[in-house]
């Protein structure tokens, strides 16, 4: 459907609406919260030191010259979260591999017996 070019800006707004809505709708289930936050330029700068280093899409690595070496959607994920700490009034994150929050103020252990009391079965 979206190949349809009259049609294709309307079912991707509509699309990225539905699923901002059940972001939504789990943050306030789980009390929790969530940022809208402007991925722009986020898997360009540095996450440790702000540097804008400059890649082409097919680069899958970050490197910067203050020594931090990241996959590029590692980098991009660190720098979104700071935004939305940012954003929120709370320090920057130290966040790092599969020990980070998906959700603000939880751990990924809290997260984890959240979800095996509400689907017993996972």
Not at 21 to 32: G, I, M, Q
Not at 39 to 50: H, I, L, N, V
């Amino acid at each position: 459907m979206v190949k349809n070019h009259c049609l294709a800006k309307s079912i991707n707004d509509a699309s990225w609406s539905l699923f901002r809505r059940w972001l939504e709708y789990f943050a306030v289930k789980f009390n929790t919260q969530v940022v809208a936050v402007n991925p722009r330029m986020t898997s360009q700068k540095c996450s440790d030191c702000g540097l804008i280093v400059k890649k082409s899409l097919s680069t899958r690595t970050h490197k910067c010259s203050c020594g931090c070496e990241l996959q590029r959607d590692v980098n991009a994920a660190k720098n979104i979260l700071n935004l939305a700490k940012a954003s929120l009034g709370h320090k920057q994150s130290n966040a790092t591999g599969l020990v980070t929050s998906t959700l603000l103020g939880e751990t990924l252990v809290e997260q984890v017996t959240r979800v095996n009391v509400e689907s017993p079965r996972l």
